[in-house]
Antibody, heavy 120, light 107 residues
Framework: EVHLVESGGGLVQPGGSLRLSCAAS????????MNWVRQAPGKGLEWVSY????????YYADSMKGRFTISRDNAKNSLYLQMNSLRDEDTAVYYC?????????????WGQGTLVTVSS | EIVLTQSPATLSLSPGERATLSCRAS??????LAWYQQKPGQAPRLLIY???NRATGIPARFSGSGSGTEFTLTISSLEPEDFAVYYC?????????FGQGTRLEIK
């Protein structure tokens, strides 16, 4: 069974940094492209970032470019999101989501999410 | 960036009724549109991909249609567990974008 478990969320001050992790199990992680999607409290879904299987290609939403870095460690079956220069508006639940097939951008499995709160 | 506009924002119906949710794209997304269901405190769940294909394990009462800029999610006969928020999502162009959601509530 596919499982995605996020961790690393918490309270951080504006301008601070946080690194999120997503532990994958139940499938061959190295063969799937992966994403981060976020949801601000009471709001809709917002795609954050994408990474290919070999980490050779990454994409970001415009508001995260230059501040967030997606990465993965296929040996550890893990996906990461390094978030720097955090702003109040980055407060959200962050989900990792698997593409149904490499590069599909069809999100067939999601983790339960980890809450990031940016506040002074 | 492709903007997806969902309507209505809220839909109030009773169990057993038919639900029709709409998603309009600011430019063509071909058939590269998906629908997700989200219940309170839960992650989204994939329902429909590529406009009309049901995801694994999704009941047949859920169906999708459309292409280009106009898409519809239909729930043929509402079950109590169907009351949730529904999002459309396009994968035709980067960045991936979602609609703002339609809340389906019990009347």
């Amino acid at each position: 069974e596919v499982h995605l478990v996020e961790s690393g969320g918490g309270l951080v001050q504006p301008g601070g940094s946080l690194r999120l992790s997503c532990a994958a199990s139940g499938f061959t992680f190295s063969t799937y492209t992966m994403n981060w999607v976020r949801q601000a409290p009471g709001k809709g879904l917002e795609w954050v970032s994408y990474i290919t299987t070999s980490s050779g290609t990454t994409y970001y939403a415009d508001s995260m470019k230059g501040r967030f870095t997606i990465s993965r460690d296929n040996a550890k079956n893990s996906l990461y999101l390094q978030m720097n220069s955090l702003r109040d508006e980055d407060t959200a639940v962050y989900y990792c989501a698997r593409d149904s097939a490499s590069g599909s951008s069809i999100f067939d499995y999601w983790g339960q999410g980890t809450l990031v709160t940016v506040s002074s | 960036e492709i903007v997806l506009t969902q309507s209505p924002a809220t839909l109030s119906l009773s169990p057993g009724e038919r639900a029709t949710l709409s998603c309009r794209a600011s430019q063509s997304v071909s058939s590269y549109l998906a629908w997700y269901q989200q219940k309170p405190g839960q992650a989204p769940r994939l329902l429909i991909y590529d406009a009309s294909n049901r995801a694994t394990g999704i009941p047949a009462r859920f169906s999708g249609s459309g292409s280009g800029t106009e898409f519809t999610l239909t729930i043929s006969s509402l079950e109590p567990e169907d009351f949730a928020v529904y999002y459309c999502q396009q994968r035709n162009n980067w960045p991936i974008t979602f609609g703002q959601g339609t809340r389906l509530e019990i009347k």
